[in-house]
């Protein structure tokens, strides 16, 4: 089983909607996670941390359940320029690696 | 520019032979990570440095790969005798340990063919 896995998309949504992402880890014990973006052949940029309570970061929400082993990203009101692969990312407390999943591609139509 | 650096930016290579990648970090992170990015997929790890000290490599990383970290600051990762199937982009990232939340800041990438 791996790691991480996210549902691969493509995600197609016109400007202005609300989409959200999911991701789920199968380590109980993961540590830290985080949503990155990654543009076509570009390196992967930190989108925002995912934090216990949750947190936000103007359109974008992370949210964890680790009851349930899953992370969320909601974007709203989607912008042309959040067209991008999104991907989850989980740090286990036994070791020092960091999981990627396989990302999830989203294209902002006009 | 403070961030992670990585050269060169691509490398065609014919099969067989040897080829070196290099990573600087951002100059404060004591950790390094090496990590492999093929089409479609999110990045695979390689191995990681704490300082100078090689700690942890995936099985994916065969003998023909070597990494090195000798002054605890810029890493190398050579590949030996390359491989049709190491064609990849090449990703270098690092962090700085010990904080709440550790997190990566990767470099551009090199991107490598190999004909």
């Known amino acids: 089983r791996k790691e991480v896995e996210q549902d691969p998309g493509p995600f197609n949504v016109p400007e202005g909607a609300t989409v959200a992402f999911n991701c789920t880890y199968s380590?109980?014990?993961?540590?830290?996670f985080f949503w990155y973006r990654q543009d076509c052949r570009k390196e992967p940029k930190l989108l925002m941390s995912?934090?216990?309570s949750g947190n936000e970061d103007g359109r974008f929400t992370a949210q964890l359940n680790r009851a349930s082993q899953y992370i969320s990203l909601l974007i709203r009101d989607s912008k042309l320029s959040d067209s991008a692969t999104y991907l989850c990312?989980?740090?286990?407390?036994?070791?020092?690696?960091?999981?990627f999943g396989t990302g999830t591609s989203l294209t902002v139509i006009p | 520019d403070t961030g992670v650096s990585q050269d060169p930016r691509h490398k065609i290579t014919k099969r067989g032979q040897n080829v070196t990648f290099r990573c600087d970090p951002i100059?404060?992170?004591?950790?390094l990570y090496w990590y492999r990015q093929t089409l479609g997929q999110g990045p695979e790890f390689l191995t990681y440095?704490?300082?100078?000290?090689?700690?942890?490599k995936s099985r994916l990383l065969s003998d023909r790969f070597s990494a090195e970290r000798p002054k605890g600051s810029f890493s190398t990762l050579e590949i030996q005798r390359t491989e049709q199937g190491d064609s990849a982009m090449y990703l270098c990232?690092?962090?700085?340990?010990?904080?709440?939340?550790?997190?990566?800041?990767f470099g551009p990438g090199t991107r490598l063919l190999v004909l």
């Open positions: 990232a690092s962090s700085l340990a010990g904080v709440l939340q550790e997190t990566q800041y």
């Open positions: 380590n109980s014990a993961s540590q830290s």
């Open positions: 995912v934090y216990s």
């Open positions: 990312v989980v740090k286990t407390g036994t070791g020092n690696q960091f999981y």
């Open positions: 100059s404060e992170h004591n950790r």
């Open positions: 440095f704490q300082n100078e000290a090689q700690l942890e």
